[in-house]
């Protein structure tokens, strides 16, 4: 089985909610193969704090790609795990009700939105003043998704393992109960992050009940700049097509079939004395549209 090929398949063919998990995990396997070289050659990897968010203003502005990057970091793999079961479980229930496009843009805005709270409270709360953080993972894109779906779906009802069968409301008020919680443990930060991103899962639903497509714009963007981007890394096809101009009357004609016949005339005669196989390609075309005309 060609898995490579498989992956490649199912990554071109799949769904948005297929190719944001794919990302993740290989943004988590090519991260860690480095690591290994790293390691064996006995130096630091610090490629993380580049595309991690920095919680100092002025580092983050040397590096501000990591609003985006950040999103699709994971140090551990059961911090993946967890993020992407969650993910597919919640964007399969978003996609059951908006296309792909809208599950992409709250994805994407929602974790800049989660950084925006982390940096704000980073700078603002007299308890980060002497703290120097860095945010990464999905989790705050992932609230964006749950609290988007449960704003505009609360009554639907989902099975919990051991648990038993809850309202979607009351799966995002939980989640959202620990993250306000959990600020004062050992991953404020994050915490932070995931009340930004439930944030806008909400601001973008209702912004969406009024007409309003927030991420309208971003979808766009990134439909052209992907289209645009296949367009380079295509191969361009070589073959060139030319057309033959129509015999402007009976004279032009008569003479065209003249040529023809001479060079069909020409090829019998070259087989007569030499064979077949003597032929060159060119001629052998000739001989092949002669024969189905």
Known sequence: MDIAG??????????????LIYLNIGVFLVLKIVGVFFYLAGQDFQLLQWLAVPSVTEVLVQRPWTPISYMFLHTGFIHLLFNMLGLFWFGQLFLYHFEGNKLLSVYLLGGIVGAAFYILAYNLFP??????????????????????????DPNREIHLFFIGRFPLKYVAAFYLLLSVIGISSTNPGGNIAHLGGAFWGWFYISQLRKGKDLGAGLATFLNKAGTYLLGLFKPKSRMKVSYKKPPRDDKEYNRQKNVQQDEINRILDKIGKSGYDSLTKQEKEILFKQGKG
């Open 6 to 19: 498989e992956i490649k398949r199912t990554f071109k063919e799949g769904s948005v909610l297929t190719r």
């Open 127 to 152: 308890v980060f003043n002497s703290v120097y953080g860095l945010l990464l993972g999905a989790s705050a894109s992932l609230f964006a998704i749950l609290v988007a779906i449960a704003v505009y």
